[in-house]
């Protein structure tokens, strides 16, 4: 790792606290991003299920959008249900492309005036010019460069934001935000993330997010936890990544996303790629994204082929690793439908030998997500 | 037992007449953080040198380790099988990976020493 391949990476607000904590840095979708501190990536992702964990994710591109005719002009580019998602409530969503496939994945939030979009890092420049090319007059799309995104996960998380900020943690639902403070910072609180926990994430301005963090990591059941756990955690929870699990290439319904197809839209399409989409919500795919359990302790990698008993091709590793809670290898890939269904017995290659590999319900990890009580 | 010599590809050796220990250095396993399975030649294998022979694979990535010495592999450590992240814990005695007859010993002078290994090893991180 050369300073001079650090020197054309961007930072977050949270670079000299990563530097700070023991942070391996390493390049990721141009930015400088902490891997693991010194706990390492198993005891992050544990931490983080027993506790509460600290990610950065300002990485990641924060867009609102303003003016009359946003939502009408976002429904053709999404297949989500935009146009009814209430105030002050959160859901995922894709861009999808004419083929079907998707371009990328976001959460949106119905702010009221405006609605936001969280998108990944690696595809925020191509969707920020996507959305401009189709945006009417009257609509703005701004950029939030300046702002940080931090998310706190696991069962201790709620409990760690209450001793800093007023609200009624029993009455703040999983999928929506308010506007709120935390240790007197202003924040935007969702309740949100990508590990299966109950969890929140906070936007909050770049130049506050160093002191939020440091406060939050005072509270002793709180650990700064780098993307390689966070990427064990999302794959326990069975979420997608893009570029691996979903990408150009799947639509929505291979990938097993039809739930985040609104009812309407489905009833009346009016999104780019809807003829792929709805033809393949009422005629079924060809292939099926699906949860992977390696037999022994091998782990298999992206990209492993995966064969019937009989030797036939039927699909690939899309993502592949470990899973820390689950203390054993695991995948997720795509495979031929009809070798899709839970407990269909597979091969995989790996080195030259055949590894027997079951697919396994999703997520591998029971969700934890917040219910409101009854 | 001889002294601990090092390879370039940061494998450690010790040598007991014929047999040569094997197992990756303290500065590998930091550089691969957690360890989750070892994968181990079989015995009775012949390797020569710079052969890979063992793939260690942490939650991120497969590592490849390659034999420092040509010769048969006679034993491999059955401990990483139950228990990979002695790698972590012990790299350098617990975690050995394999014992090799050598039949070559004279590629032992190509090794290095502790102290130079300690000065290539700085020059990499």
């Keep these: 790792m050369s300073d001079g391949l650090n020197v054309a990476l961007k930072q977050t607000p949270l670079h000299a606290l990563h530097v700070a904590s023991g942070g391996r840095l390493v390049p990721f979708a141009g930015y400088d991003m902490p891997v693991q501190y010194k706990l390492g990536i198993l005891k992050e992702h544990l931490h983080t299920r027993a506790a509460a964990g600290l990610f ?21 580019l999404v297949p989500a249900d935009v146009l009814n998602l209430a105030e002050g409530r959160m859901r995922y969503g894709q861009f999808t492309n004419a083929a079907g496939g998707i371009l990328d994945d976001f959460m949106i939030s119905n702010c009221g005036d405006c609605l936001g979009l969280v998108v990944n890092a690696a595809c925020k420049e191509a969707d920020i010019a996507h959305l401009e090319a189709n945006l009417p007059e009257g609509c703005t799309l701004e950029y939030l460069d300046s702002k940080a995104l931090l998310a706190l996960q696991g069962p201790k998380a709620a409990e760690v934001l209450a001793q800093h900020c007023d609200i009624s943690f029993e009455g703040f639902p999983f999928m929506s935000f308010r506007e709120t403070t935390v240790a007197g910072i202003a924040v935007t609180l969702s309740r949100s993330g990508y590990t299966g926990e109950d969890g929140f994430e906070i936007s909050v301005e770049g130049d506050d997010a ?66 792929t989409i709805l033809r393949h919500l009422s005629e079924g795919t060809e292939r099926k994204r699906v949860g992977l359990k390696p037999e022994g302790r091998a782990l298999l990698r992206d990209h492993a082929v995966l064969s019937t008993v009989n030797g036939e091709q039927v699909g690939e590793i899309t993502s592949g690793g470990f899973g820390p809670t689950l203390g054993g290898p695991l995948a997720m890939g795509y495979v031929r439908s009809d070798s899709a269904e839970v407990g269909t017995i597979l091969n995989a290659e790996l080195r030259g030998k055949s590894v027997v590999i079951e697919v396994v319900a999703m997520p591998a990890v029971p969700a934890r997500f917040f219910r409101m009580k009854q | 037992m001889s002294e601990m010599q090092f390879s370039e590809d940061h ?84 975690a050995w990976f394999f014992k090799i007859k050598m039949s070559d010993p004279g590629e032992l002078d190509g090794l290095m020493d502790a102290a130079t290994y300690d000065v290539f090893a700085s020059d990499e991180g």
């Design chain 2, 11 to 94: 494998e450690w050796v010790v040598v007991d007449g014929d047999v040569a220990t094997v197992g990756i250095t303290n500065f590998a396993q930091e550089q691969l953080g957690d360890i989750v399975f070892v994968d181990l030649p079989d015995t009775g294998k012949t390797v020569t040198k710079s052969d890979e022979v063992a793939v260690v694979e942490s939650v991120k990535a497969a590592a490849e380790v390659y034999t420092p010495l040509s010769g048969d592999i006679i034993e491999t450590n059955d401990v990483l099988d139950s228990a990979p992240e002695t790698v972590n814990s012990d790299p350098q005695a617990g």
């Design chain 1, 56 to 76: 950065d994710v300002s990485h990641m591109g924060q867009l609102v959008l303003r003016g009359a005719g946003g939502g009408e002009a976002l429904e053709k």
């Design chain 1, 210 to 275: 160093h002191l939020l963090a440091e406060t939050l990591i005072g509270e002793g059941d709180v650990e700064l936890i780098g993307l390689g756990a966070r990427d064990s955690l999302r794959l326990e929870a069975g979420l997608c990544l893009y570029g691996h699990d979903i990408n150009e290439t799947t639509s929505p319904v291979e990938a097993g996303l039809s739930w985040s197809i609104g009812k309407r839209r489905r009833e009346e399409g009016g999104f780019i790629g809807d003829e």
